[in-house]
């Protein structure tokens, strides 16, 4: 194993290799797809599992539709298809012959939803109507990288419909606050919440409202997105109901997703020189007890036992534990490879401890050591665990608010924006114009906020509409 | 809603209208593909957690590998690529590009999760490799059929890596257990357990153990398999390590995979005329609570609060319950529609028995009403559910036998085998030319046993290696 490369200097680097040494993923034999492996998956499990729980406590039901979409569906939506024709995966052949119309591996399935939501939804009394799928999707990515931006990558998509815009749009807005949840209180991710600009939106949505981190290198990442997709699906595909009153009318349709690139910006926002540091709430492992073997066999005996006594006691607290026996390591390389790993506590089990009926805890965070007596054990830890998560929020909000600027015009911040990067809260005019100069800077609009602080543009001499964040992005 | 079919005269049509009107599946506008709605789904739901907790109680962790598959990687075991080549979905385009090779929507992860192993495993000290995945295959079928046989299905496909022989085989005979169980236990199914014929078994296994079920058509139904790869697909794919003394060796593979198939397992072997009878276990809604609304807005008023405070006990006793309050239907309506969905206890609660402080329970099974006071209602309920999901197997193990007879020579039970069905135990010689004479039947061997108990073959004047079970299928 080799040291993890500079995070300072080098953080895509950095990056790709703690997820290659931390066995997150691996590159797949496939252009762009990884393999997510049992460490990178149980931490993406602790996530869903969360979010389902939050998605069915709001009224949603879970379903699977298939992941082949006819082509011609994709195309009904003017804008869609726009969006998406250029990274379609294209199924031409199946069972042995050509078929007559192409199927697409699935993007996103809005089509395919509201296909169906043609023929489910009749009446007033079908609405609202609010599901849910766990699936993978697939888009031809240029550029790949692992959980950040991948060809296939895994995520959840909820599908409702509403009979009324405002319910739709209290709907929308309910699922983005529900993902800020997920990445303040369980990812421990501050994040910049707003609208997308019209050029950033999805294509087909009349809003996108998205949330984004701010990683160490001071390039913003969306975190996911909800739209408000409005009519205009429901038009393409003549979905309609008999309202209360007898009349025919269009329901309103939301969308909303996060995906696998959440594990990368815990891995980026949290990381450190040593490799993965994983807020408690979603680390697969929370404790690894290492036994430090010596003496004679009796004595190694007396300390596996205790070692898993205290397992046992803490699985029992509801603690995630891992009690490393692996004869083929040392020690100082079980730390090694847990360090790498992110778990946040470390418990060492020695001789001498045993006699002195105590362990050695050690926090991943800070590295700090300390001597704890046996009977303490349980409680400390479960208060400490409670205590990292909530430690972790914080760091990560002193770093996110020092990547947090204010900008009055590009010219002035535009020289810092596209070097060491940041994300700059400034006036906009909202012209489409003026937003296409960030280019030049590498930068683009991440959201539009619903506050107000700044009079006029970033760019023009008209006045500001609304305060916007600009930043380079993933 | 149009009354089902009749169940003994039209089975298949029975089927397909009770998956439909029960809302568990809708036809999808791809080819013999599903949606699954979120009752169906739920359902699915309950066995996959189930199932979930057991791998990862034997040892195994969980993956997730890319759908999409390189041609020529199920090319390179010869076996595996004659059973599987006229089935494929491919994919020639993507990115707006031809590529260079095809990729394949995977029918099943064999080959890349081999293909992957062949970089992760070196040494002893990396086995045994027990990799879990839920995922969706796709196997493009000529006579699809909802939950039985699906152009898409939904299953978990294990894959484990072993460095002996012994290890590999206990590992597929550990999991077939599993699978077992959960088909007895949970499903309430009683099936029949053993090895596939050479002829059966997938395409590059060794061997291949397979549980299925016999239908109330007759029919025997495969619910799950688990192969002993041995090292077949090691050879392929050169995947090898160095054993404790040095040498290099090809490791013995295992695979196993349970699917959405016991969803339609479930339906078949317990339906009845008023549609599907769930067991408790896998129930999405276990109890039902119906409140009838009459008198003044008081008294209605009074009934709903006592339904929900109902409710709310029977959920602080794990129950899973749904509370109807749909104002759009009668009461009658809702009876029909919970017996439909086969929910297993109806509770009806009105001002009668509001003022007797009492309910009205109705089991789906038998539909015996009795009538309970307040105070027992938790306690009878939960006992309740335990009854049924005992009675529901013993009521198909009843069926389960009725359907399996002993036969000595196909002449003799053919007839009856190609008309009526059911399963024979019957001897057989081992081979093949023997076993074509069942497709004159329209039957095939389902499995081999591991008990012998005839003398001789069921074709031919030759002694029987071993006991087979014989049946027309699904």
Redesign the interface.
Known sequence: MQKLPDIQKNFPEWYQEVVYQAELS?N???RG??????YG??I??NMRDYLDLRIKATGH??????????ES?IKREAEHVKGF????????????KELEE??V?RPTSET?FY??FS??IKSY?DLPLK?NQWA?V?R?E?RPRPFIRST?F?WQEGHTAHATFEEAQTEALLMLNEYVTLAQDHLAIPVLVGEKSASEKFAGAEKTYTFEGIMPDGKALQMGTSHMLSQSFAKAFEVKFQDQNGQMAYPYFTSWGATTRLVGALIMVHGDQNGLVLPPKVAPIQVVIIPILRGDLTEKNNIILAAQNLADQLKLAGVRVKLDLDE?KTPGAKFYKWELKGVPLRIELGPKDLAANQVILTDRLDSQKIVLAWPEIVTHVTNKLEFLQTEMFKRAEIKFKQNLATGTKLTEFGQELAGAGGAYQTGWCSSPDCEAQLKNYKASIRCVLAEKTQANCFNCAEFSKSDVIVAKSY
């Open positions: 691996d797949a034999p496939v797809c990884m393999v997510v492996r049992p998956w149980a993406w499990e039901e879970n379903v699977a539709f298939p992941l082949l979409i006819p569906f024709a250029p990274e379609l995966a294209v199924v031409t052949h199946a069972g042995g192409p199927l591996v395919i296909f169906m023929k489910w009394r599901l993978s697939v031809w240029m296939e895994f083929h």
